[in-house]
């Protein structure tokens, strides 16, 4: 499947983890990038080694040359612009394969619905609950999985986890992935559900049910984890993943500069030890995991500040500390298996 | 309104907490209860000095003199049983409201709709999400709010919430109640949604909705709390709830003969002590809330065990440990006003 990437304003830029995420970790091969701000670049100017995608300011620029249109960032404000509405009816005209991760569902809107069944084109919703839904009921509790939790939104959970399944299984061990987000769900997890869309009551039952799945088939199962214990609107959200996931190990990601929860002013970030303990805590009495590594999101920190900051927790905390875009999944890996 | 109440075969049991919720708190008046497995009793016969109401096997042998017929208990299963049915049949054909706290909504049933639709009942499905959810953006971090969280689901919560709000209003100060689940927004609280039944992004942002409404008008808020931090299925809920309330002042409802999570074998309940500096830590960095008292779920317990374990952790925590149906609320309020 060949995808083309919207992702108009922020392919670079923090609204556009889905899009970068499928650019650096799709299977399929990624042909063409739509960012009308980034036009005429090719997306390894940005992102040095990845994959060499031209950057295209409209679909019409780019042709029909692809199988997948992937919206890969969420319009400011909730509503999809109008420029968006073209290109997506341009692709499903075309009998194209649109893939969203939007919480307005597309296959519920009554023009694209329309084009779709027309054409036959493939809408897929990737925040679409199941339809099946069930409260946990403990039955994955001695599966073999790790979690990887964090201290806030947006510190590299998904990254990590993907990181961690490909460096497993280079190394031939039979690794899987849950996915609990719409990223980590288009880059090829072996099963997931987008979490923070299902009602409160089966969110647990949800990431059982997908540890179940994958653990029919795989020896070790990575689950990414959404959001922070201490974050003030998600946290539900992470501690049914703590719960559902019957997580043994955990890897926490954080971001050592980041004081406040971001988009949450006033909401502090406890330190790192709390959230560890924290962690700890809420998972002694469902699974007894225990947090294994930390995983950095080093993004923001010259490597002279990296060098001595992975120094200092190393120290402190015994465990191994490791920006897995910096210097490969390797080291954390070893504190896992 | 007169509120006739279907509870089949399980008003005095496990099972029926809403039935007895409302025949115990509702403001409206209870005309009678359906359950076969009671009928010829009245309701004051199991639960002395609480309202005398006469208990039938059916509907028909009870007649039309009521408002409106709440369902009271889930099916086992599920799956409405057919007698239930021909009782919802019966109520809307005679232009009744049907109240229900049923996952299946019954204003969905398009057997019923279409009853209600020509008769003009009402059918009001208390599970129903609101249409315009929002995440929480931390505008009621300063309300004045009161948190009754628990160690387990069916330990009082939504009963000592209810009592402590009665008791302020009868001190004179202006309480206000917010229900998370069903029983609580059917007795009649200020404002209320069944939190688990909405998507996991938006919970903690439906509770501050609420809690924002209810202080415009109240200067201290009870909230109910879901289930408990240690429980396999349902703990997202009931962190959504804490962060979302910004409890200032947390009550912890527990059960001392209960070991283990109900209905899930060989999931613990951790020690009081310890599931209350787990919500102090996670409320810690959102509002900071502190355990002020200790709601006992003494139900099982004989009047001698009783006063022997309020004794023994009144000294151990400098608490209030009060069972509110034993021995009214008002100690506990003490420790809150």
């Not at 969420?74 to 194209?96: F, H, M, Q, V």
């Not at 997908?210 to 609107?233: M, W, Y």
């Amino acid at each position: 499947m060949r995808l083309l990437l919207l992702a108009h304003g922020k392919f670079t830029g923090m609204g556009g983890k889905t899009a970068r995420g499928v650019y650096f970790y799709s299977p399929h091969e990624v042909v063409g990038i739509l960012d009308r701000s980034l036009a005429g670049h090719y997306a390894d100017e940005f992102f040095p080694g990845r994959r060499h995608v031209p950057i295209y300011s409209r679909i019409e620029d780019f042709g029909d040359d692809f199988d997948a249109l992937v919206i890969g960032v969420a319009p400011i404000g909730g509503k999809l612009p109008d420029a968006w509405r073209s290109e997506i009816r341009y692709a499903l005209e075309r009998g194209k394969t649109v893939i969203s991760g939007l919480h307005d569902f597309l296959s519920e809107d009554i023009e694209f619905s329309r084009i779709a069944e027309r054409t036959h084109a493939r809408i897929w919703d990737v925040r679409k609950p199941p339809e099946n839904l069930r409260v946990a009921d403990g039955s994955a509790r001695n599966a073999n999985t790790v979690l990887v939790a964090g201290t806030d939104c947006s510190v590299g959970k998904m990254i990590t986890a993907v990181e961690l399944t490909m460096e497993a299984r280079q190394r031939g061990i039979n690794a899987g992935f849950v996915a609990t987000g719409q990223t980590g769900i288009m880059v090829g997890a072996d099963a997931g559900y987008v979490i923070d869309r299902i009602p409160g009551d089966f969110m647990a039952g949800a990431v059982e049910e997908l540890v179940l799945e994958v653990s029919k088939t795989k020896e070790i199962i990575f689950v990414e984890g959404q959001s922070a214990l201490t974050h003030p609107a998600y946290s539900g959200v992470t501690l049914a993943i703590l719960h559902g996931s019957y997580a043994k190990r955990i890897v926490i990601s954080h971001d050592p500069k980041r004081r406040e929860h971001h988009h949450y002013p006033g909401f502090g970030i406890p330190p790192l030890e709390r959230q560890m303990e924290m962690y700890e805590t809420l998972a002694s009495s469902v699974s007894g995991g225990k947090v294994v590594g930390i995983a950095i999101d080093g993004e923001h920190m010259s490597d002279g500040e990296y060098t001595r900051y992975v120094e200092k927790i190393e120290d402190e905390f015994s465990l191994p500390a490791v920006d897995v875009l910096r210097e490969g999944p390797g080291r954390l890996l070893d504190a896992i298996i």
